[in-house]
C-alpha cells in the first residue's frame, strides 16, 4: 500500500534535548512537508522541499532542522532551540508543487516535553 | 498577512440536516482551495477541492467558490454523526514561504452532528 509513515506517533523531549521524527513515503512524490499544529489551531508550514537535496524555511523554522538526502524521506529534528516543541507534528507530500498541490498526510506524531 | 479565516464553532447540526462550513480567505491570487477533514487526534484527508468559481459536487459534498467575494464554503448534506469532526479549508498562496503553491490553512471549523 503506498502512503506516508511517520514515527514514532509518541516522542518526549527532555530539557536540552534534540529528537528526530521520521517521515518516509512511497508515494513517489516529489514535494515534502512538515507542518506543526497546536490544540485549536490550523496547519503551519514549518519546512518543505521540493526535490531531492533542497528545503526551504516555512512560517516557523526556528528551533527546527531538516534534511532530504532520499526522495522518500524527509526527517525532521527539533532542536534544543526550540523552547516550545509540545504539538502535534505532521508530514505531508504532493504530487508536484504549485502545478498539483493536494496534500496527503502521515498519522502524525505527538511531541511533549518532559 | 496572508490569512484564511473559519469560525472556530462548533457548529451544531441535527442528523439529515444540512452543514454549511465557511471560509474567507485574503490573497486574491489564491488558486486552488482545498477542504480537508480531521477526526481528533489524527491526520487530515482531504474530501474536495475546487478551482473554479461555482459549485462542485461529490456525493453528499458541495464545494462553493467565489473568487470576488474570497469566500468558500463547504456544505455537507443528510449530515451523519460519522461527519463529526474539524473541517480546515486551505488556500494556495503565491510566493508564501519563497515558493509558488504552498497552502495556507484556517484554524479549522469543528463541526458536531446529533443523532
Known amino acids: 500500500d503506498g502512503g506516508i509513515t511517520q514515527s514514532p506517533k509518541y516522542l518526549f523531549r527532555k530539557e536540552g534535548q534534540n529528537v528526530t521524527l521520521s517521515c518516509e513515503q512511497n508515494?513517489?512524490?516529489?514535494?515534502m512537508y512538515w507542518y506543526r499544529q497546536d490544540p485549536g489551531q490550523g496547519l503551519r508550514l514549518i519546512y518543505y522541499?521540493?526535490?531531492?537535496?533542497?528545503?526551504q524555511k516555512g512560517d516557523i523554522a526556528e528551533g527546527y532542522s531538516v534534511s532530504r538526502e532520499k526522495k522518500e524521506s524527509f526527517p525532521l529534528t527539533v532542536t534544543s532551540a526550540q523552547k516550545n516543541p509540545t504539538a502535534f507534528y505532521l508530514c505531508?507530500?504532493?504530487?508536484?508543487?504549485?502545478?498539483?498541490?493536494?496534500?496527503?498526510f502521515g498519522s502524525g506524531t505527538q511531541l511533549s516535553v518532559l | 498577512q496572508k490569512e484564511v479565516e473559519q469560525n472556530s464553532g462548533p457548529l451544531s447540526v441535527p442528523e439529515g440536516a444540512i452543514a454549511s462550513l465557511n471560509c474567507t480567505y485574503s490573497?486574491?491570487?489564491?488558486?486552488?482551495f482545498f477542504w480537508y477533514r480531521q477526526y481528533s487526534g489524527k491526520s487530515p484527508e482531504l474530501i474536495m477541492f475546487?478551482?473554479?468559481?461555482g459549485d462542485k459536487e461529490d456525493g453528499r459534498f458541495t464545494a462553493q467558490l467565489n473568487k470576488a467575494s474570497q469566500y468558500v464554503s463547504l456544505l455537507i448534506r443528510d449530515s451523519q454523526p460519522s461527519d463529526s469532526a474539524t473541517y480546515l479549508c486551505?488556500?494556495?498562496?503565491?510566493?508564501?514561504?519563497?515558493?509558488?503553491?504552498?497552502?495556507?490553512f484556517g484554524k479549522g471549523t469543528k463541526l458536531s452532528v446529533k443523532p
Open positions: 505531508a507530500s504532493s504530487t508536484r508543487p504549485a502545478v498539483d498541490e493536494k496534500l496527503f
Open positions: 508515494l513517489n512524490h516529489d514535494a
Open positions: 522541499s521540493q526535490i531531492v537535496n533542497d528545503f
Open positions: 490573497d486574491r491570487g489564491s488558486q486552488s
Open positions: 475546487i478551482y473554479s468559481n
Open positions: 486551505a488556500v494556495t498562496a503565491l510566493y508564501y514561504g519563497g515558493s509558488q503553491g504552498n497552502l495556507i
